[in-house]
């Protein structure tokens, strides 16, 4: 029999057996031990946690005749077939390379005939994300309308990329990037089921670059076995992964706290001529430098260990997409040795920043506030005139380029509830704690949605910049909507605005509202807001109670209510 790779012949087969996902696993063999079975899931997770393994357990347990305490058997004609992959009910397809419409219409059309030999027909959907819209569209229709007996099991490393209609039709399941010491325990345990032995320096540095995947820890471990006499060694280790050896991490790093160029340049220099990979050996650095980070005793200021993974961190991402790694591996090798910290301790006396700069600081900050309101100025004089040079604005302040829609805006305001707004301010938390980008937590932490409806919330920010640089993140708004779908069942659009623009538009809006209602309330569209009169807002004695509640929604966190 030809050899087979360790990641197949070590595949899960039993939820019990999946590494690092015990949440998932218990999740899914309850829905099997109580015949709880919903008719689509949706597995999102890093690549090589066990997305797929898991998908065929749950094939097989639920179809698996033999199954006790959600396990199945392994050892019956279904759960050989569906291991061996040729069972006729279970179908497995990879949606990079079928991600039309067709494709996903003769799913829909074979799925309405119930299953030959199983309980269940499964239909295994990897990389779902890559489905076109049309062909996502196809999904969700039958999504909407399952048949009996039909089991969609979708999985994704993108998960921001599913449509939020698709994200609310099926149970999710987030599969963790599993940790270096279960990768390394399960990599010692496979060794010793194959008699091998090791060094457990080894296993480490090949659990490390795994990065969270079991599936590149077992195909590493692969190649270190095809190098190996016999038993994995460091050095098979470090040579498999382009990993860096301490000895001369520590090295290079000496050389960096001294802000020795030279033997810098030629540590780096010994390791590109022993073959290491350029990126690898950064994020190595990364690793050194947080663990200098965590020493007792530093031999020099934090802020500059700071600097320096920020250059190690800019440096990565310029690695990724260049071929002349070794180049820029150098000229961040320079930066790190020519950073000086703020204020150096040297001994027991410390070399302080010189008096002036931190008024010349103050003095640039003046300048720079200066020209922000030259340019405002500018810009408020470009849009009060028009092309013969008249003022066009009649005396009020008109923007360049606005960011939002004033008619969106007035539709939120015409459909928002308190009960909406008060879910989003309750789920908001949540919501920025799903975005794991510091740059993004920081844009939404403080934050709060002001209005809300079923389609729409509106989220104001301190500053016009703030407000406008969130609207141009269709990315970021998408993931909003999604997360929302997912934590209270809807997935509005947000509408981002500053806070001055949202009082004055609020304003604009009540104040049409009772403008329209003095006029006859004749359930005409005004002509600004574009909305029906039935929720106008009036301010005479002929307010009903529904016009008094719409009143309060709007402006509900403002509103403060005592009972006597």
């Not at 490390?208 to 095809?226: H, N, P």
Request: aromatic share 6%.
């Amino acid at each position: 029999m030809s050899y087979q790779a360790l990641y197949r012949k070590y595949r899960s087969q039993r939820f019990d057996q999946m590494v690092g996902q015990e949440v998932v696993s218990t999740t899914l063999k309850n829905a099997v031990i109580n015949n709880q079975i919903s008719h689509a899931y949706l597995f999102s997770g890093p690549r090589g946690t066990g997305k797929t393994s898991a998908a065929k357990i749950f094939a097989k347990a639920i179809n698996c005749p033999n199954q006790v305490d959600g396990e199945p058997c392994n050892e019956c004609f279904i759960c050989e077939s569906i291991s061996k992959g040729n069972l006729d009910d279970v179908i497995e397809l990879d949606a990079a390379s079928n991600n039309g419409v067709d494709e996903i219409r003769e799913i829909r059309d074979k799925s309405t005939y119930a299953p030959s030999v199983a309980k269940y027909k499964i239909y295994i959907i990897d990389e779902v994300h890559m489905l076109s819209t049309g062909a996502f569209n196809a999904l969700l229709k039958t999504l909407e309308e399952p048949t009996e007996n039909v089991v969609f099991i979708l999985a994704t490393t993108e998960l921001q990329k599913i449509p939020a209609t698709i994200l609310s039709r099926v149970q999710r399941f987030e599969f963790k990037s599993i940790t270096t010491p279960a990768i390394e325990k399960h990599l010692a345990e496979v060794l010793d089921d194959e008699s091998v032995e090791y060094d457990e320096e080894a296993l480490d540095v090949i659990a490390k670059s795994a990065e969270g995947g079991m599936r590149d820890a077992l195909s590493t471990l692969d190649q270190a076995l095809s190098l190996s006499d016999g038993r994995v060694t460091l050095e098979d280790a470090l040579l498999v992964t382009g990993s860096i050896s301490s000895q001369a991490m520590d090295a290079y790093v000496s050389a960096i706290l001294n802000f020795d160029t030279d033997n810098a340049l030629a540590e780096l220099d010994i390791l590109f001529d022993q073959g290491k990979n350029m990126l690898r050996f950064t994020e190595d650095l990364m690793f050194a430098l947080r663990d200098l980070l965590l020493r007792d005793h530093l031999e020099v200021d934090k802020n500059l260990i700071f600097d320096w993974i920020d250059i190690a961190s800019d440096s990565m991402q310029t690695l990724k997409s260049s071929a002349q790694t070794k180049i820029i591996a150098d000229v961040m090798t320079i930066k790190m040795t020519n950073t000086r910290p703020s204020q150096v301790q040297t001994g027991a006396s410390m070399v302080e920043i010189p008096a002036n700069v931190e008024s010349e600081i103050a003095n640039l900050r003046d300048q720079v506030r200066e020209l922000e309101k030259m340019i405002n100025n500018a810009s408020l004089n470009m849009a009060t005139t028009d092309s013969n040079g008249n003022n066009s604005n009649n005396g009020s302040s008109v923007k360049t380029s606005a960011y939002y829609s004033r008619e969106r805006v007035f539709k939120v305001l015409g459909e928002a509830t308190n009960e909406d707004r008060l879910s989003m301010i309750n789920a908001w938390d949540e919501l920025v704690a799903h975005f794991t980008r510091p740059s993004e937590q920081a844009l939404l932490n403080n934050t709060i949605p002001v209005a809300a409806s079923k389609n729409f919330v509106v989220v104001t920010f301190g500053h016009e910049n703030l407000a406008r640089k969130i609207m141009s993140n269709k990315t970021l708004l998408a993931q909003v909507g999604n997360h929302l779908s997912n934590i209270i069942g809807m997935s509005p659009e947000m509408i981002a605005l500053s806070e001055n623009d949202w009082q004055e538009l609020r304003s604009e809006y009540v104040a049409n509202r009772k403008k329209q209602a003095r006029v006859g309330g004749d359930n005409q569209s005004t002509e600004t807001s574009g909305e029906s009169s039935d929720n106008v807002l009036v301010d005479d004695a002929s307010n009903n109670d529904s016009e008094i509640l719409e009143f309060k929604n709007l402006l509900a966190e403002k509103i403060i209510e005592i009972e006597d």
